[in-house]
């Protein structure tokens, strides 16, 4: 089986490149760069025509959205287990992913590219603000799904904590003090602390050198 990760330094790619070291899995890498905006190159969209990161190409068949990209690698790796035996929790940690993707990514990107939700240059900064309170909710939403916990969903590492990983991490990249959330501030420390994390951020400064 031949996989190949679209993969960009900073973007929810970074999730997928975590869960395929934690399955073991050979993959390569389809390193991009998107402040160059190759993503939008025809190349890039012949692969994935929503322009973005991640797309997984397996076997020449590829596979868009981080929620499809991560439920494929738990179904193709079962021996890792990313995603819960009991069919309850597979489900909300279903629901975790899906939060991770339509509730707190689109704060994040509200701050990074206001643009894309006003088109008034003048109302940016109040489109940033109005994006740092609504992942500030997410967060807090977060602390007590954390609280008294090492990971999401019992003792194993899995897609809930990779995804929400980045969310935080990326989160923290706006300037704002994350510190006031103690819980979320462990997972990371927890996350960082594992080989495929450190494999990911090895990955990452080598690719950032590149460009």
């Not at 999401?152 to 899995?158: I, P, S």
């Not at 990326?170 to 594992?194: I, K, P, Q």
Request: hydrophobic letters at 40%.
């Amino acid at each position: 089986m031949n996989i190949t990760l679209a993969f960009a330094p900073g973007a929810c790619a970074i999730a997928p490149y975590i869960l395929l070291k934690e399955a073991g899995a050979s993959f390569d890498t389809l390193d991009l760069n998107l402040g160059a905006g190759e993503h939008h190159k025809p190349e890039y969209l012949k692969i994935n025509p929503k322009g973005k990161v991640p797309a997984l190409i397996v076997d020449g068949t590829v596979i868009t959205e981080n929620v499809a990209i991560q439920t494929w690698i738990d179904r193709q790796f079962p021996q890792a287990g990313l995603m819960p035996s009991d069919p309850m929790q597979y489900i909300q940690a279903l629901s975790v992913l899906g939060w991770c993707g339509s509730g707190i990514h689109p704060k994040l990107t509200q701050q990074a590219r206001p643009e894309r939700y006003c088109d008034d240059p003048s109302a940016a900064a109040r489109v940033k603000a109005l994006g740092h309170e609504g992942m500030v909710e997410q967060f807090e939403l977060a602390e007590q799904m954390l609280a008294g916990k090492t990971w999401f969903f019992g003792e194993r590492f899995g897609c809930a904590d990779a995804y929400f990983y980045w969310t935080f991490r990326r989160g923290g990249a706006f300037g704002a003090d994350l510190s006031r959330f103690a819980n979320c501030m462990a997972h990371r420390s927890r996350v960082e602390s594992r080989p495929s994390v450190k494999a990911l951020l090895a990955h990452e400064e080598a690719v950032k050198a590149r460009f």
